[in-house]
């Protein structure tokens, strides 16, 4: 899978051009506030999902005028296509190889990426709630049954929780709570049977990229960590503390993904590189796990990944990605200068040129 072509037109800063990007590692740079950013989520935009960074559709078109609109031309599915998106009345819709497909998350599945962006760091960071969502969104996007599976589990928690609630006014509701929590209990082990398979798959690519960027200094592990280790029993001996809190003590919607650098839990010792690093080999190893099931690569976004990372760390993602197609934006050139292979591309004021 890649970008062979993209133009743009009133996409946020970036009012009108078009790029060839080449088939490896594209450096895109340039000072803040540029466009390099803009110009990543213009291409993640074909995968049909929300913007990586959580913009409003109106805040895409460019201030001042009522409509943008982007093309790419792409290789997928071993054939070259086109899809075209316009952005207008705050509604995003697209085209693909010629024909309408309203809403652009018609476009699903024809366009695969993953993407790294500043704000995953909170993978590694933050709580519990994102780890989860990570190995969810994964699952959604490889396992087509998941994703009504997860929100019959979300239902079922929301019912017995409103049960809860209303047990202490009526006592005799009590009776009812074992038919809720075997429900949940059904709805909870296959969540916690998928994603604890979907970590298993990916512990060993994500190890893999990880000795790759730490040039096999330290070793890159995890594993799930349940609430419970039976769910069934868990919930019939929480009972009593469920109905005094009012909410489900037990179960998927509280477990965690523990992560591991040689060994010491990486949100509490991970240095600042360390924990990029770890939020990219997790990325990286999406991206692998991806393209066996589709048997096609994924394209792989990285926005502003560089800072923070010493020289062999940037040195192993300038060459030695390479099986993907890499867009990686950057402030500095630096050592992109000096890629094996790869293209260069230097933004300003919203304009890209080429740098031979
Ligand atoms: P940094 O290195 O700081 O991450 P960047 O090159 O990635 O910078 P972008 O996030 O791509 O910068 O944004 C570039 C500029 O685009 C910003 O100045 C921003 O205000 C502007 N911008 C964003 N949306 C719009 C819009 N809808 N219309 C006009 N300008 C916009
Ligand atoms: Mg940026």
Redesign the pocket.
């Known amino acids: 899978m890649n970008v062979r072509r993209l133009s743009w037109n009133h996409f ?2 970036l009012r009108a051009g078009e790029f060839e990007p080449c088939a490896g590692v594209n450096v895109i740079y ?10 990543l989520e213009a291409m993640w935009l074909f995968t049909g999902e929300r913007s990586f960074r959580g913009a409003k559709d109106a ?5 001042g005028e009522t409509a943008a609109a982007l093309r790419m031309d792409f290789w997928s599915e071993g054939r070259g296509q086109t899809a075209k998106i316009t952005v207008a009345e705050g509604r995003r819709t697209a085209e693909l190889n010629g024909i309408p497909k309203g809403a652009c998350s018609a476009l699903t599945g024809k366009f695969c990426a993953v993407v790294f962006s500043p704000e995953h760091l909170s993978l590694v960071r933050g709580g519990p709630s994102l780890r989860r969502e990570f190995v969810d969104s994964a699952l959604c996007q490889m396992k087509p049954g998941y994703a009504s599976l997860l929100s019959g589990y979300n239902r079922t928690l929301f019912q017995r929780n409103a049960l809860l609630k209303d047990i202490p006014r009526h006592a005799e509701l009590m009776d009812t709570l074992e038919i809720w929590d075997e429900r949940l209990s059904q709805f909870g082990e296959r969540v916690i049977r998928q994603r604890t398979a979907y970590l298993k798959a990916l512990s060993e690519p994500a190890a893999g990229f990880y000795a790759g960027i730490s040039s096999n200094r330290e070793t890159l592990s995890f594993v799930y960590r349940k609430s419970a280790e039976d769910l069934r029993r868990a919930l019939a001996e929480e009972r009593r503390e469920d109905v005094l809190s009012g909410h489900t003590g037990a179960g998927p919607h509280r477990d965690d993904v523990d992560i591991f650098v040689s060994g010491l839990n990486a949100r509490a010792y991970a240095s600042q590189g360390q924990k990029r690093s770890v939020v990219l080999a997790l990325k990286l190893a999406e991206a692998e796990l991806l393209s066996r099931m589709t048997g096609e690569k994924p394209v792989v976004f990285l926005d ?1 990944v560089m800072s923070e990372l010493d020289a062999r760390r940037q040195d192993y993602l300038l060459n030695h990605l390479t099986e993907f197609q890499v867009f990686l ?1 950057c ?1 500095e050139p630096g050592a992109a200068r000096q890629m094996k292979s790869g293209a260069l591309f230097r ?1 300003e004021d919203g304009a890209l040129s080429a740098v031979p």
């Open positions: 946020r800063n340039g000072q803040n506030a540029q466009g390099k950013t803009n110009l805040e895409l078109v460019l201030q502003d934006s402030c933004m």
